[in-house]
């Protein structure tokens, strides 16, 4: 049952563990509520991917995730021919005697030979609540497949030249995301209802980890919050993002520190930072400054 309100909404996420700001909450309503894919773009690591991820999990749906990928066509996306059992078919008939073209063609170009990608799967299923469809980093993808996306996200359907047009009875839930590493046509956006997923403040990102991370102290996962928020002040080459944060912390658990040191912030940067350059900049004299500055500013508990 999809929730009736905003307020619904933050509680529909916030069960499935999954922190959201009141934006966030409201635009993904709307989508819900109106049936109109939704458009995250945000850097990456921010959680963007996870809002597909919780949808499907707290609607009790089915999660098709289409990566997207410099090259993906439609026949990794949508629907291609099993070409191998075609020919085994095309030579058991002519065993059998057949010879006509358009028999042999109209055998093998039927729905037992056709396999659904991820695109199909979403539209053409047969019984139950739609599925949520996540397309994941659409900006990596080649601008044609932009092009290709349109139909299907103005009438939720795919042709097929062989079989005709297979159309969604009712329209899945479709989550696109963009890391922003090019821009997406306004076409595709203008059938989306838009939101830019932030970094989260200090008290999100907080509440995130005793979700997320908790095994870690209380005063670990403050400090942690603190350096992190900090780091992303500076003008690194890749700010970490909420994922990365999870991660250090609990790696912190995991070495079963309490609070951060000098020492083991500098052995552990590469779960938080993931450029050589960033970590190379950090680690030493610019993370004990960190430090001390924490110390004396750090997050207040909720």
């Given amino acids: 049952m999809l929730p009736d309100s905003v307020d619904a909404t933050l509680k529909l996420l ?4 999954y922190v959201a700001d009141r934006g966030l909450a ?3 309503f709307l989508g819900l509520r109106m049936g109109r894919p ?5 850097e990456a690591g921010v959680g963007k991917t996870e809002v597909a991820k919780v949808i499907a999990r707290a609607l009790d749906r089915r999660l098709v995730r289409l990566q997207c990928y410099e090259g993906l066509d439609v026949a990794s996306a949508v629907y291609e021919w099993d070409y191998s059992r075609q020919m085994m078919e095309i030579r058991m008939a002519e065993a059998a ?12 170009f039927n729905e037992r030979f056709l396999l659904r990608r991820p695109l199909m799967q979403a539209l ?16 990596r993808a080649d601008e044609p497949f ?12 795919v042709t097929v030249p062989e079989l ?11 989550v696109i995301t963009s890391n922003r590493t090019r821009e997406i046509h306004d076409a595709v956006k203008r059938r989306c209802l838009y939101h830019w997923v932030d970094y989260p403040d200090a008290q999100r990102e907080l509440e995130i980890l005793r979700r997320k991370a908790p095994e870690a102290a209380a005063d670990l996962g403050r400090q942690v919050v603190a350096f992190v928020q900090r780091l992303r002040t500076l003008d690194l080459f890749k700010n970490p993002g909420v994922a990365e944060t999870i991660d250090w912390c609990n ?14 912030v500098d052995d552990t940067l590469g779960a938080l930072l993931k450029y050589q350059d960033d970590i190379a900049r950090i680690r030493g004299p610019q993370a004990a400054r960190i430090l001390e500055e924490i110390r004396t500013a750090d997050i207040p508990a909720s």
């Fill in 38 to 42: 939704l458009f995250l773009e945000g």
């Fill in 97 to 108: 005697g057949v010879t006509s073209r358009e028999a042999l063609a109209h055998d093998i």
């Fill in 14 to 17: 916030t069960g499935a563990d």
């Fill in 124 to 139: 053409d299923f047969q019984e139950g609540a739609a599925p949520v469809l996540l397309i994941d980093e659409l900006d």
């Fill in 146 to 157: 932009e092009a290709f996306l349109l139909e299907v996200l103005s009438d939720f359907q």
């Fill in 26 to 28: 409201t635009v993904i």
């Fill in 251 to 264: 790696a912190m658990a995991a070495l079963d520190q309490v609070v951060l040191d000098p020492q083991t």
């Fill in 164 to 174: 005709g047009v297979f159309k969604a009875p009712s329209a899945p839930i479709v």
